[in-house]
């Protein structure tokens, strides 16, 4: 609400919360995200430089699957709250999501999924260029449901003809 008042502190506040994205603890790294959306929506350019290139620098890194989540959530949140200033940084976001949903992941491919829908809502026309892209990932995973067996169709079928038919004769 009055972050303009408080923008001598975006600097700090930036050293202080960055640290807190490897956190060992979910809780911790989820309000990190919070506090840095909306840290994004009134800091300075070089504020929000440094966050995003110690973004990108993080997400190459790809030291854990847990912190890579971290970081796309954050620049999907990032996204989300100031999206008009991630526009200018897309060229160099998207090759990194997109490479990242191809990870066999599922927690981290929705994340990348959420972070493509802040990209085209936040900023179409920076986004414009990747969209068949976009389009061709979400196609290929919304045929697809982690929580479904694909190995088991031949089974399922044989086991629904091993009951006997007898449902005519109930009545």
Do not use: W
């Not at 414009?128 to 067996?149: A, E, F, G, M, Q």
Request: charged share 25%; proline share 4%; with cysteine.
């Amino acid at each position: 609400r009055q972050g303009g008042l408080l923008v001598n502190f975006h600097p700090s506040i930036l050293t202080c919360l960055l640290p807190q994205l490897t956190s060992p603890r979910l809780a911790v790294r989820k309000r990190t995200i919070i506090a840095l959306g909306h840290l994004v929506m009134s800091c300075g350019n070089m504020v929000f430089v440094d966050l995003i290139e110690h973004l990108l620098t993080e997400l190459s890194k790809n030291d854990s699957m847990s912190t890579t989540r971290t970081y796309i959530q954050c620049i999907a949140a990032i996204s989300r709250q100031a999206g008009h200033r991630i526009g200018e940084y897309l060229e160099k976001i998207i090759p990194l999501v997109v490479k990242f949903c191809n990870v066999d992941d599922d927690e981290l491919r929705e994340y990348c999924i959420q972070a493509f829908e802040s990209f085209v809502r936040r900023c179409p026309k920076e986004v414009y260029p990747h969209v068949s892209t976009i389009i061709n990932i979400c196609l290929k995973y919304l045929t697809y449901d982690p929580n479904y067996n694909y190995d088991d169709e031949d089974e399922d079928e044989n086991a629904m003809d091993a009951d006997g038919g007898d449902d005519d004769d109930q009545g």
